[in-house]
């Protein structure tokens, strides 16, 4: 079993920047990818961006070009530039790949608390 921390939210002006990183609990990993993901109020957990063992890279249309997905060892990464007001979200990072899109939130069996990210 892995365990999942985000960290690195907050709440930051329209425009700005925030990076977020989730620590796992134990290294390497042997999951062929890992993801971000974010859940608005009111809405259905959708993927923000995944990485995977040869650093192969996705991104949501929504987030092309603004951000960047990262990792090292056993931590994720996720920074963010360019922030608007619709990127407010709780994000959750998720590791344990089982198959499927790699950006749908069923791909994936392990998931962190989140974390909360306010852009006004």
């Known amino acids: 079993h892995v365990q999942l921390v985000e960290s690195g939210g907050g709440s930051v002006q329209a425009g700005g920047s925030l990076r977020l990183s989730c620590a796992a609990s134990?290294?390497?990993?042997?999951?062929?990818?890992m993801g971000w993901f974010r859940q608005a109020p009111g809405k259905e957990r959708e993927g923000v961006a995944n990485?995977?063992?040869?650093?192969g890279t996705n991104y949501a249309d929504s987030v092309k070009g603004r951000f960047i997905i990262s990792k090292d060892n056993a931590n994720l990464y996720l920074q963010m530039n360019s922030l608007k007001p619709e990127d407010t979200a709780t994000y959750y990072c998720a590791t344990g790949y089982v198959g499927g899109a790699l950006l749908r939130p069923q791909s994936y069996s392990y998931w962190g608390q989140g974390t909360q990210v306010t852009v006004s």
């Open positions: 134990r290294s390497p990993y042997s999951s062929y990818c």
């Open positions: 990485i995977d063992n040869d650093g």
